[in-house]
């Protein structure tokens, strides 16, 4: 049996990754499961649940980084099993997340090296959308945002440098797409996203690779 590919949708807070994530899980019927992380329903989640919505809980970066991490291994079974048995896989956020969010902070001693280590081993993404935008103030346009602990405009801009960043140092050119989705609707997002999933669709499956 062929595997299934796993497909990544990453952005900033508020560029439509959940959006396009369920329109693309839709299409993907009925071979196909979607995971969001964070996963706030399992034991971790929701302690990185409580962080995000509750400004008054505090953890040290390093804690709440290893948690994030320690959330993505907590389903990485679950997902090599779903591939295996020839489903396709789509996340909404992931490792460049967990690196970019916690290097952006600018803690002495944890830079995206540190940050990237206990994510080290994970599956990598057969194909990874990054969902960017040139005007960063335009995320408090759209609905919810500011209501949790990273959506401020100024660290958001932080989290683009770091993962530009992440992008030119681990990342493959040929599994990493762009789209800058400045002033495009629902619609225009979701056709550039289906091209290049269509095109990672039309590939022969290859060996699964790791961070
Ligand atoms: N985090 C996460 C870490 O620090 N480390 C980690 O390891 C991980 C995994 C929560 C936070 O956790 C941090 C990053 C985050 O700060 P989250 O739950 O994914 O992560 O939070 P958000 O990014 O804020 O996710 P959201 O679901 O809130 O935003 P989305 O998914 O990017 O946006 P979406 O699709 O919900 O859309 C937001 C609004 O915009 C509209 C939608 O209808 C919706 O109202 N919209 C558009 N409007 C106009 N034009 C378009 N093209 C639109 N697309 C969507």
């Not at 508020?14 to 009925?30: A, D, F, N, Y």
């Not at 919810?144 to 989290?159: A, C």
Request: proline share 4%; glycine share 4%; charged share 25%.
């Amino acid at each position: 049996m062929t595997r299934g590919q796993l497909i990544l949708i990453e952005g900033l807070d508020r560029t439509g990754k959940t959006t396009q994530t369920e329109i693309l899980c839709k299409k993907l019927q009925p071979k196909v499961e979607l995971i969001k992380y964070p996963k706030r329903d399992t034991p971790i989640g929701k302690i990185i649940n409580e962080y995000l919505t509750n400004l008054d809980y505090s953890l040290p970066n390093q804690s709440i980084h290893l948690l994030f991490s320690a959330n993505r291994w907590e389903l990485m079974d679950h997902i090599i099993s779903l591939l295996k048995e020839g489903k396709n896989v789509i996340l909404d956020r992931y490792v460049y997340s967990g690196v970019a969010y916690s290097a952006a902070k600018e803690t002495p001693r944890m830079d995206w090296q540190w940050c990237l280590s206990p994510d080290k081993g994970l599956l990598r993404p057969d194909l990874t959308i990054f969902l960017t935008q040139d005007d960063l103030t335009r995320q408090s346009d759209r609905n919810g945002f500011g209501d949790e602990r990273y959506e401020i405009s100024s660290f958001q801009q932080k989290v683009k440098s770091q993962f530009e960043s992440l992008f030119r140092n681990i990342s493959d050119s040929n599994e990493v797409k762009l789209l800058n989705v400045s002033g495009k609707s629902i619609e225009e997002v979701e056709t550039l996203v289906w091209e290049q999933v269509e095109l990672l669709l039309k590939q022969p499956n290859q060996e699964f690779k790791y961070f």
